[in-house]
T-cell receptor
């Protein structure tokens, strides 16, 4: 069985600061994918970044980077230079070897203040 | 076109009503999904269709009935729902490959009275 754990229910940060959102996972699959999605209050799920289990380099997408530590089974999202528009719920998710559906963690609510 | 379109955006229904949620994508994706999301909770998988066939049913009550008429369309038929079924229903699609993200629609906010 696969499991995603996000232990931070809420995080608070000021504009222009960097923030790390934690994610740990558990799986017996050798090949898997890790994803981060952002969900603003409007409800849409916005894809941010992807990391494959065999990728040797940490993924980066603009202000987003993924700190992937395979031995520790962690896939933390780092947002550099936070903006007010970053305030949202952030979900870590995993897709296993079967390549079917995403399984989500409980999410972290990020609040960015000026 | 990289969109997943869901209709309606909002739906209010009584417990004796029958209604349907619709989802459409034109990205040629072979996998389509229904998720249910309660407020401040993660999306929970309900159904997966792969090549128009139901491949996963996560023990969803029979008052929810999915249908995939063709590779672009996914429906969720609702009948005799309960107030606890009120939630955001998200449709998603993907190529099905392990490294491919899911594209999500904007969801249908359902209220059951």
């Amino acid at each position: 069985a696969q499991k995603i754990t996000q232990t931070q229910p809420g995080m608070f940060v000021q504009e222009k600061e960097a923030v790390t959102l934690d994610c740990t996972y558990d799986t017996s699959d050798q090949s898997y994918g890790l994803f981060w999605y952002k969900q603003p209050s409007s409800g849409e799920m916005i894809f941010l970044i992807y990391q494959g289990s065999y990728d040797e380099q940490n993924a980066t997408e603009g202000r987003y980077s993924l700190n992937f530590q395979k031995a520790r089974k962690s896939a933390n999202l780092v947002i550099s230079a936070s903006q007010l528009g970053d305030s949202a719920m952030y979900f870590c998710a995993m897709r296993g070897q079967a390549g079917t559906a995403l399984i989500f963690g409980k999410g972290t609510t990020l609040s960015v203040s000026s | 076109d990289t969109e997943v379109t869901q209709t309606p955006k909002h739906l209010v229904m009584g417990m004796t009503n029958k209604k349907s949620l619709k989802c459409e994508q034109h990205m040629g994706h072979r996998a389509m999904y229904w998720y249910k999301q309660k407020a401040k909770k993660p999306p929970e998988l309900m159904f997966v269709y792969s090549y128009e066939k139901l491949s996963i049913n996560e023990s969803v009550p029979s008052r929810f009935s999915p249908e995939c008429p063709n590779s672009s369309l996914l429906n969720l038929h609702l009948h005799a729902l309960q107030p606890e079924d009120s939630a955001l229903y998200l449709c998603a699609s993907s190529s099905g490959l392990i490294n491919e993200k899911l594209f999500f629609g904007s969801g249908t906010q359902l209220s059951v009275l």
